[in-house]
Nanobody, 115 residues
Framework: QVRLVESGGGLVQPGGSLRLSCAASGFTFSSYYMSWYRQAPGKQRDLVATVSTDGTTNYADSVKGRFTISRDNAKNTVYLQMNSLKPEDTAVYYC?????????WGQGTQVTVSS
């Protein structure tokens, strides 16, 4: 059974940091591109960051220089380190795994940036 379980969300003040984790199981994690998406209320789900199987990373312009995506294939886990958080980063953050036509989503974790 495929599972992607996100954790680490919560309430943080502007300028603060959070680290999201996504624990994967039920598939060959190291073969999959892993991404983080986010969806704010009333908005579409947008790509935040991707890490490829060889560790190459890509980021949305809105988070470049503030967020870092990484993966640990030994732990079947992908991370999103979020620094200098802004109120506009408030959203539900989703983990996503893709390998050709195989695509899996996590259930999401809420991140709220507010004073």
């Amino acid at each position: 059974q495929v599972r992607l379980v996100e954790s680490g969300g919560g309430l943080v003040q502007p300028g603060g940091s959070l680290r999201l984790s996504c624990a994967a199981s039920g598939f060959t994690f190291s073969s999959y591109y892993m991404s983080w998406y986010r969806q704010a209320p009333g908005k579409q789900r947008d790509l935040v960051a991707t890490v490829s199987t060889d560790g190459t990373t890509n980021y949305a312009d809105s988070v470049k220089g503030r967020f870092t995506i990484s993966r640990d294939n030994a732990k079947n886990t992908v991370y999103l380190q979020m620094n200098s958080l802004k109120p506009e980063d408030t959203a539900v953050y989703y983990c996503f795994a893709v390998y050709y036509r195989r695509r899996y989503w996590g259930q999401g974790t809420q991140v709220t940036v507010s004073s």
